[in-house]
């Protein structure tokens, strides 16, 4: 401290001990040792006075760092909506394209699909031989099932003519979609190209071909009397062909939707009337019937399954030489369909057909429509069928069909035995499989099926057949 600034302070020291004497003088205290003790205080005075400024200091920069964020915060703001503001005003983008499933030919989408499927067959006949080459080689038919007494025979067959191919058209005209369906295999048209010793060649056989508009059916389709569902998994063609309805014919068909899953279908379809004649068991197409067989259907769909109640009405006549003979025929079916699981991988399926003179509805005609005798009059054939078949899925891929199948057929009282003693009577069968699907479109199956039949005259027969198929479908 300089001496002038030493004066001063000691020339107030000096004073304050004038104004206080008492304390002054109670204590004296020299002039050095004030001034000692005021100049630490003024370097605490100053200390805190730094301090002070040096927080001051601190405190204005933390406030323009803020403001300098703020106002960068402010600037990315603005830059945001500025991008918003352009992103909005931008046209959506257009929805990646879906893949079409087939092809176009001009407005009409095509779709191909079937199957490829290899069947081989080792059956043993108890009563005789099955002609080579036949229907009866090639899936089970209880009809041709021999029943004359002769020696035992046992065969082995592989076909390829069950292979299917269908087209599924979709067309747009006049704001109505219209669609179509066109079906076929090589199993029902006999072969011109070689035989089973060379080429194993089969003409295609026309199975359905029909168009939908709105509500209407025109052409060939499973007949409306039938319920498709009941049909079991199987490797046989139609597995347990002896008590199911099993017609495909042209037809006009209205389906009309209920509500609730029920669905109501009448349709007027092509009538065709397949008798016998006194004495012979041979079936005869007459192509003389003059009404078209109505048929109608309820069907109900929901999560538990399916229900299905059928009605027939037809007319059966016969005209020769111009003496014609007629007579009515009726019949119901009831169908359903279980399912035993949520996946429905897993069902119990059933079907239960009553009907007078509708031989060639059930069973693929296993009964005469009806009975023509010599006064040219016709008699009625009575006929009772069921199916029932149950699928239990074992593991993925993997599942295990148990079915079981029967008709008995009754005729009219006055036929007498030497009449239709040859005529079929009744047949059953039961048959257990075992089908594996390594992927979704490839399944690989092995069935045994046994089944007998039975004349009027008591004459019968028995087959046991072994079924291996290798299916691809797509």
Sequence with gaps: MTKTGKALIGGLLAASALVAPGSAWAKPLSIEARLERLEAEMKGLRGDLEATRAENDQLKKRAAEAEARAALAEGQAVDASKRVAVLEARPAPAPAPVQADGFKSGNTQIKLGGYIKLLGTSTRFSDGEVATNSLGRDFYLPQSIPTGGQPAAHDTDFTAKQSRFWLNLDT??????????LEFDFQTSPGTQGSQRTTNGYNPALRRAFMQVDRWTFGQDWTTFQYTGALPESTDYVGGAEGAVFVRQPQIRYSAPLGSGATLHVAAENPESGTATAGSATLVENGDDRLPDFAARLAWAGKAGELSLGGLARQVRVENLGVSAQTGGYGLSLGGKLFLNETKSGDARFLVTYGRNIGRYVGLNFAPDAVLDASNKLHSANVFAMMGAVRVPVVSGVRINLMGSYQNVDYADELTAAQIGTYNKRAW??????????????DLGAEYRHGKRELVNGADGSTDRIEVVAKYSF
């Design 172 to 181: 747009n005209l006049a704001g109505k979609t219209v669609k179509g369906y």
């Design 429 to 442: 069968s039961a048959a257990a499989n075992l089908f594996y699907s390594p992927v979704k479109n490839i």
